[in-house]
Nanobody
Framework: QVQLVESGGGLAQPGGSLRLSCAAS????????LAWFRQASGKEREFVGS????????YYADSVKGRFSISRDRANSAIYLQMNTLRVEDTAVYYC??????????????????WGQGTAVTVSS
């Protein structure tokens, strides 16, 4: 069982930055991959990026590559999503998720079975 709590959402201007946090707790956390997904109003949930808790580099969706970055904080059992150069189209509810995907399913929502409650991000001038 894994519990996930997101924080850090809010309002940002286009071109601005925000950092989201996902606090994770539970057993065998090291065996999971943690991911960020987002869902804009009226749209399907979309993969943002993911990283295996134990090792390896993060993996990003093309839409955020070069602008967003994921980092692990094992001491505090958290991952972060640093979002730079924000665009209006980044507006969405952002969710943290945990699962044990194989490499080919790292970007698939169905591969993750624990989800946080989400944190809203609005990018607007």
């Amino acid at each position: 069982q894994v519990q996930l709590v997101e924080s850090g959402g809010g309002l940002a201007q286009p071109g601005g930055s925000l950092r989201l946090s996902c606090a994770a707790s539970g057993s065998s956390l090291g065996t999971y991959a943690l991911a960020w997904f987002r869902q804009a109003s009226g749209k399907e949930r979309e993969f943002v990026g993911s990283v295996r808790w134990s090792a390896g580099n993060p993996y990003y969706a093309d839409s955020v590559k070069g602008r967003f970055s994921i980092s692990r904080d094992r001491a505090n059992s958290a991952i972060y999503l640093q979002m730079n150069t924000l665009r209006v189209e980044d507006t969405a509810v952002y969710y943290c998720a945990a699962g044990r995907p194989i490499q080919s399913t790292m970007a698939t929502a169905g591969a993750y079975y624990y989800w946080g409650q989400g944190t809203a991000v609005t990018v607007s001038s």
